[in-house]
């Protein structure tokens, strides 16, 4: 993957993501939530259906107004068979009366977000960058991924609505591929 990204498929969005990363994450929240810092790692691994990853982020988060940090943990799934790519929660509890997406997973997935990859629009040279948004209740969850570079990405949220408003900013690094 030199010079430009070209995540035009879900193929090349699989191959980019594969791996483990470190996670860098900060929390600003004016109402809904704290303030706060995530350091850890995430990793995407393949399950046995092709296409199909396993996101899990485990970490140290220090929150403002906690005296020590406590342990944060994070499931999703990508399926990059589908284009565009599709992110899905993972055994939400919110989400269990909906049929599950990937019945062939020993885990209940509901539909999260698409991750329309486009090259050029807001991803800077020679990256590629998705735009979505997610309603949760009556908060809107607008969010961007943006593959940086083959061993950088970031993964940043503005929230905006009636119970919450803040944003959510995070930068992946590789560690391994």
Known sequence: ?????????????RSY????????????????GGRGELQGFATFTETPLSGVLMYEERGDMQLEGLPRPVEAYRLYCFNTSKWPVEVYFVDDPTKK?????????????SFFVP??????????????????????????????LQAVSPRSFEWNWSVKGP???GSITASYQRVEP
Do not use: Q
């Open 1 to 13: 993957m030199a010079g430009v990204l070209r995540l035009a498929n879900g193929e090349a969005v």
């Open 17 to 32: 993501l594969l791996g483990r990363w470190a996670v860098t994450k900060s929390f600003d929240y004016r109402r809904g």
């Open 97 to 109: 009366h909906l049929a599950s997406l990937l019945p062939e997973l020993p885990v209940h997935t």
């Open 115 to 144: 991750l329309p990859f486009e090259e050029g629009a807001g991803a800077g040279p020679g990256g590629a960058a998705a735009t979505f948004n997610h309603l949760c209740v009556d908060d809107l969850y607008s969010g961007h």
């Open 163 to 165: 119970n919450k408003d």
